[in-house]
């Protein structure tokens, strides 16, 4: 796990100053009410498991992701109130529960069996497992939590991994969490029980931001929209009266980049969550596209079109001169760092089609990596930085990925046309966006790197151009 | 767009309104619509005033629209007819001005699709532009594959969405 109260202090003292040097916001608003930035989760115990618990490898995702796991509801000290559940927290244990078989199930990992289907433990069962309870039902694995509230209105929270086989604890933690936040407790919970059994890194604790649609085809209106990685405390940003698309969260979930028509042409703005007030990326009248964050937060790349002839250029998340990275003729647009930040694959139609290239983060080296017949458009570089996933346009439009070297392509969807790719914070799961062939209507997707697990991410209203942020701090 | 009243005395006479001008959009402009009432005056005859869209199009006999191949943004011999007439437009009313939109199919990528748009606005400027139009009375703006007319998935409907629309400025 990842020392979160040191990650958010950081967080704090890289305070955004863009917003202060920035001119005032453009009078034209399309900006709903600020959204609450969430509060701190802090991890109080950091109990480490003794490795030989796992009694397989990870070789073959299909062997763990078979595991029986059951999620009995977390239990409570005493049933006290609580804002985070109107009946108090023995029904919010219960609620902390399926937020966790869902995370697991939804995404096809383990088969979890979940609280609504499980006898409930008491307090005193959570760290002494009734053991004959859970194996007469078959389970592999068992999670047990607890809820409780505590005397300054916060909730601890705790979530405990047991190995039925051994009838030995594989891995605890608990955290504090302000009521607003305690599904964030629920998805660390998750995140505890699927990295220590598949060996991967976290992503349930994390956001997505995405491009809420709706009305007819000619007619669409696109808002700028934020959700939890499971659809949960959904928000508009915007309120639709300009047309908002391709968002993406800044690191430290602290801001928004995005392009709006707010002006009347497509212009990259940065908005500050917290203050509710959004900057030009860049002080130009020519049009901008395609924003993209530096994996540390430092640098900003836009796409901007001067004379019709599209580049890419770089520009510190804080302001100042942009940069310009790339000067072919024709569309370079895009881009995503790799991980350390020394590379950065991008699109561009320079050798007469849409394919993807690389190049230094210095804009030096540039050379393309797609020949694999057809376009390749969109490259997002995974944070694990050993996979490219991109939109390969063969006739039909699908997701893939490649090694950073262009090779070992494989097409992991089939829709008519699915793009736009992004990466869950492990590296594990791809996001993209479906339309559907005649209505134009639009959906938000997922798919593992295996191409078995695909579903379709609820959302309130129609969807396009997902951007899934890093652990949140 | 179908009425062909237009008479050289009602542009001479209604010319003044071409100063008239608005801050921009707040929103994606609505689709042109055309615009048939003269404003006053009994002793005008009907038909579309100078300065506005309708006046424009009937002009230029629906030629403010100008099409692409597939990926493609050059200037064919039917767009340089087109442009031609536009550009006998805008030299006969040095006061007006226009944007280009620039338009893609649904079958590209959305980012890729605002660079195009933005790149066929651009070629279909620089062409009235080589024909004497000043630059600076061409705005151009990409709306890429987020405002298509037609709205089928098939070839003939992605053919009228890759395009060029000249708007009138009012």
């Not at chain 1, 023995?90 to 499980?118: I, Q, S, W």
């Not at chain 1, 405990?160 to 955290?175: F, H, I, N, Q, T």
């Not at chain 2, 009243?5 to 009602?10: E, S």
């Not at chain 2, 959009?25 to 005008?44: D, N």
Request: charged share 20%; glycine share 8%; aromatic share 8%.
């Amino acid at each position: 796990m990842k020392p979160i109260l040191a990650l958010f202090t950081l967080a704090l003292a890289a305070a955004p100053a863009a917003a202060q040097d920035a001119p005032p916001t453009p009078s034209a608003s399309d900006l709903g009410t600020p959204v609450p930035t969430g509060g701190q989760v802090e991890t109080i115990e950091h109990a480490e498991a003794e490795e030989g618990g796992l009694t397989f490898t990870v070789t073959d995702e299909s062997e763990w992701q078979d595991l029986g796991i059951a999620i009995p509801g977390f239990a409570t000290d005493r049933d006290a109130p609580t804002p985070a559940n109107a009946s108090g927290t023995a029904a919010l244990g219960r609620e902390l529960a399926r937020v966790v078989y869902n995370d697991l199930k939804n995404n096809g990992l383990f088969r979890p069996v979940g609280p609504d289907a499980l006898p409930q433990p008491t307090f005193t069962q959570i760290t002494a497992p009734n053991w004959p309870t859970w194996s007469s039902r078959g389970a592999e694995m068992l999670v047990h939590g607890y809820v409780r509230a505590r005397g300054d209105g916060k909730l601890v929270v705790g979530c405990y991994l047991y190995d039925m086989a051994l009838k030995s604890e594989l891995v605890r933690e608990g955290w504090v969490v302000p009521p607003a936040d305690w599904r964030r407790a629920a998805h660390k919970c998750a995140d505890l029980v699927y990295s220590r059994l598949s060996g991967e890194d976290p992503f349930f604790d994390s956001r997505i931001a995405y491009i809420a649609e709706t009305g007819p085809k000619d007619n669409r209106v696109k808002r700028l929209a934020i959700m939890d990685s499971d659809g949960a405390n959904h928000r508009f940003i915007t309120t639709g009266r300009s047309t908002a698309l391709t968002p993406r969260y800044s690191p430290d979930y602290r801001r928004l980049l995005y392009l709006s028509y707010v002006d009347g042409n497509p212009r990259i703005y940065v908005y500050d969550i917290g203050s509710g007030r959004q900057t030009l990326v860049t002080e130009n009248s020519n049009p901008t596209f395609a924003p993209r964050w530096s994996p540390d937060g430092r640098w900003i790349l836009y796409s901007m079109a001067v004379g019709g002839n599209t580049d890419i250029y770089r520009v510190s998340s804080e302001g100042g001169p942009s940069v310009r990275l790339t000067n072919a003729p024709g569309i370079d647009i895009g881009g995503s760092y790799s991980p350390d930040g020394s590379k950065i694959v991008f699109e561009s139609d320079r050798s007469g089609s849409q394919q993807v290239y690389v190049m230094n983060a210095d804009g030096s080296n540039q050379r393309r990596l797609t020949f694999f017949g057809g376009r390749a458009a969109t490259p997002e570089w995974s944070p694990r930085g050993d996979q490219i996933a991109f939109t390969r346009i063969a006739g039909d439009f699908n997701i893939a990925v490649m090694s950073p070297e262009g090779r070992n392509l494989r097409t992991l969807t089939n829709g008519w046309q699915d793009e736009a790719p992004t990466w869950s914070p492990n590296g594990r799961i791809i996001q993209f966006f479906r339309t559907e062939r005649g209505s134009g209507r639009t959906s938000l997707w997922q798919v593992d790197l295996t191409g078995r697990n695909e579903r379709r991410l609820p959302t309130p209203v129609d969807a396009s151009d997902p951007a899934w942020g890093p652990i949140l701090p | 767009m179908k009425l062909r009243f237009a008479t050289v005395a009602l542009l001479a006479g209604t010319a003044a309104l071409a100063a008239c001008k608005k801050e921009p959009p707040e929103s994606l402009p609505p689709e042109p619509a055309p615009t048939t009432s003269a404003p006053t005056g009994p002793t005008q005859p009907a038909g579309p005033v100078l300065g506005t869209q309708a006046h424009f199009e009937n002009a230029v006999n629906g030629q403010n629209v100008i099409y692409f191949d597939t990926d493609r943004y050059n200037i064919d011999s039917a767009d340089m007819a087109a442009l031609q007439t536009q550009a006998q437009y805008l030299a006969q009313h040095p006061n007006i001005s226009i944007t280009i939109e620039g338009h893609a199919d649904e079958r590209g990528t959305r980012e890729y699709n605002l660079a195009l748009g933005e790149r066929r606005a651009n070629a279909a400027k620089n062409y009235l532009v080589s024909l004497g139009v000043a630059a600076s009375r061409i705005r151009t703006v990409s709306y890429g594959k987020e405002r298509p007319v037609a709205l089928g998935s098939n070839e003939a409907a992605w053919a009228q969405n890759r395009r060029a629309v000249s708007v009138v400025v009012n």
